[in-house]
């Protein structure tokens, strides 16, 4: 059998693993007979010369299988997720979920917290009082029985190879390569049971992929493992230069989705839920084509359909259904303060980055795992790209609790901002769909 020190050796010299080396090397790890620094040592080697499809699809199944695999199959139906790279305001998974469930489709939603300047879907639906994001293998089937979706946390026995993988990229400067982040979504994803996922790769400053040519490579990556392990697969690669929406913020992004599915639609949060929700309702078969697909899901939003899910998904879940007919149910800040632009002219950037950074600064995010978070603070942006202004016009409000976080989150903010005398090249909302 092949040893640790010849699998590095391998890769480092330039050479491809085999399905087998890969296998006993992360079984290895993972009943620790291989030591964290010969796994890191590993790690540095693959970021620096690459794998071959052959060893991705190798790495995902043997990450994947390092934990339970849910078996879903007492449930009927195409069982379809979405996930995100991660990024500002991106709250699409609370729409897109009770979407696609109302027009028939499984989703069985796995889902994680913030970190850095991301925001987590788990954080924002615990800003409902009682969401309960861990049920129990039973009524995670009883959930998808009756309400057709759950959107939960990662369990410790899903993929924990790269629970353990992804602390050593964390702390080795390997976090950023295309196979070992192909590997680390995909292996949790499929280990969800899937038939099919849709996968939303943001792109722009507040993207874990910045430029299009790096989340192109990633999401052909993305495809191509899908496509060898036989799951259908779309990617949708979504911009992140401004944050999506108006609200940053746990509390505020949760209000901003329950208004969305209850009739108000802010344009680019819209396009791109429908867009998502509508290659699922695809993937899932439930329509001929996706501008059907794309007419059903416009359609459970305006007749209260996918509304009626969330409430169900919430009560469901231990959550008070009532903050969907009444928002003040929801934590609130106990201040606002407003930004306004000192000069006239167009709005002509809203720096994601910048406005995730400042968001947590004011408490809504965290630097550390262990951090806790404030689920009322965040930004409201009353103005985005393409906007004009007058000198004294408020930008965004702030949603702020403590006095020295707001004095932190005011440089971040207003460096997000630039108006300028013409308006600026309005960038795509999604530039480009990749089908596996
Ligand atoms: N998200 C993941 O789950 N893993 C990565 O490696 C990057 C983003």
């Given at each position: 059998?092949?040893?640790?020190?010849?699998?590095?050796?391998?890769?480092?010299?330039?050479?491809?693993?085999?399905?087998?080396?890969?296998?006993?090397?992360?079984?290895?790890?993972?009943?620790?007979?291989?030591?964290?620094?010969?796994?890191?040592?590993?790690?540095?080697?693959?970021?620096?010369?690459?794998?071959?499809?052959?060893?991705?699809?190798?790495?995902?199944?043997?990450?994947?299988?390092?934990?339970?695999?849910?078996?879903?199959?007492?449930?009927?139906?195409?069982?379809?997720?979405k996930h995100s790279t991660g990024g500002v305001?991106d709250?699409t998974s609370?729409?897109?979920?009770?979407?696609?469930?109302?027009?028939?489709?499984?989703?069985?939603?796995?889902t994680g917290?913030?970190l850095g300047?991301t925001g987590g879907t788990?954080?924002?639906?615990?800003?409902?009082?009682?969401?309960?994001?861990?049920?129990?293998?039973?009524?995670?089937?009883?959930?998808?029985?009756?309400?057709?979706?759950?959107?939960?946390?990662?369990?410790?026995?899903?993929?924990?190879?790269?629970?353990?993988?992804?602390?050593?990229?964390?702390?080795?400067?390997?976090v950023e390569?295309i196979?070992?982040i192909t590997?680390s979504i995909l292996?949790k994803k499929?280990?969800?049971?899937?038939?099919?996922l849709v996968m939303d790769v943001k792109t722009g400053?507040g993207a874990f992929m910045p430029?299009?040519?790096l989340a192109t490579a990633l999401s052909?990556s993305i495809?191509?493992?899908?496509?060898?392990?036989?799951?259908?697969?779309?990617v949708l690669i979504t911009d992140m230069?401004?944050?999506l929406?108006?609200?940053?913020?746990?509390?505020?992004?949760?209000?901003?989705?329950?208004?969305?599915?209850?009739?108000?639609?802010?344009?680019?949060?819209?396009?791109?839920?429908?867009?998502l929700?509508?290659?699922?309702?695809?993937?899932?078969?439930?329509?001929?084509?996706?501008?059907?697909?794309?007419?059903?899901?416009?359609?459970?939003?305006?007749?209260?359909?996918?509304?009626?899910?969330?409430?169900?998904?919430?009560?469901?879940?231990?959550?008070?259904?009532?903050?969907?007919?009444?928002?003040?149910?929801?934590?609130?800040?106990?201040?606002?303060?407003?930004?306004?632009?000192?000069?006239?002219?167009?709005?002509?950037?809203?720096?994601a980055?910048?406005?995730?950074?400042?968001?947590?600064?004011?408490?809504?995010?965290?630097?550390?795992?262990?951090?806790?978070?404030?689920?009322?603070?965040?930004?409201?942006?009353?103005?985005?790209?393409?906007?004009?202004?007058?000198?004294?016009?408020?930008?965004?409000?702030?949603?702020?609790?403590?006095?020295?976080?707001?004095?932190?989150?005011?440089?971040?903010?207003?460096?997000?901002?630039?108006?300028?005398?013409?308006?600026?090249?309005?960038?795509?909302?999604?530039?480009?769909?990749?089908?596996?």
């Open positions: 059998m092949i040893t640790a020190r010849e699998v590095i050796q391998k890769k480092r010299d330039r050479e491809a693993l085999t399905q087998q080396e890969i296998a006993s090397f992360i079984r290895g790890y993972t009943s620790s007979q291989i030591a964290d620094y010969q796994v890191a040592a590993w790690l540095m080697a693959v970021y620096l010369n690459g794998m071959t499809l052959d060893e991705t699809r190798s790495l995902t199944r043997e990450m994947r299988d390092s934990g339970t695999v849910l078996n879903l199959s007492s449930i009927g139906g195409q069982k379809i997720d305001g709250k609370m729409m897109v979920a009770p979407i696609a469930a109302a027009c028939g489709v499984t989703v069985p939603m796995i917290r913030a300047h788990l954080d924002k639906l615990e800003s409902i009082p009682g969401f309960n994001a861990r049920p129990s293998p039973e009524r995670i089937l009883e959930i998808l029985k009756s309400a057709g979706a759950v959107i939960m946390g990662q369990t410790d026995d899903l993929a924990p190879a790269d629970r353990r993988i992804y602390a050593l990229r964390d702390v080795t400067a390997t390569s196979p070992l590997a292996s499929l280990a969800e049971g899937l038939d099919g400053s430029t299009l040519k052909r495809v191509d493992v899908c496509r060898a392990m036989k799951t259908k697969i779309v230069e401004q944050p929406g108006r609200a940053i913020g746990n509390a505020l992004e949760i209000r901003e989705c329950i208004e969305f599915l209850n009739g108000r639609t802010p344009e680019d949060l819209e396009t791109v839920t429908i867009a929700a509508a290659h699922m309702i695809r993937l899932g078969g439930l329509a001929r084509s996706i501008d059907h697909a794309s007419k059903l899901a416009c359609e459970a939003v305006s007749t209260g359909e996918a509304a009626k899910r969330f409430r169900q998904i919430i009560a469901a879940q231990g959550g008070d259904e009532r903050v969907m007919d009444n928002l003040d149910l929801l934590p609130r800040a106990a201040n606002t303060q407003a930004f306004r632009t000192a000069t006239t002219g167009f709005v002509v950037r809203c720096d980055k910048s406005l995730g950074l400042a968001s947590n600064a004011l408490g809504a995010g965290r630097n550390r795992v262990e951090d806790s978070i404030d689920p009322a603070v965040g930004i409201y942006l009353e103005k985005k790209p393409g906007d004009r202004v007058l000198k004294g016009d408020v930008l965004c409000q702030i949603h702020w609790n403590d006095k020295n976080r707001l004095t932190r989150a005011l440089p971040l903010i207003e460096q997000a901002f630039e108006v300028k005398a013409r308006p600026a090249r309005r960038r795509p909302l999604i530039h480009a769909i990749l089908k596996g």
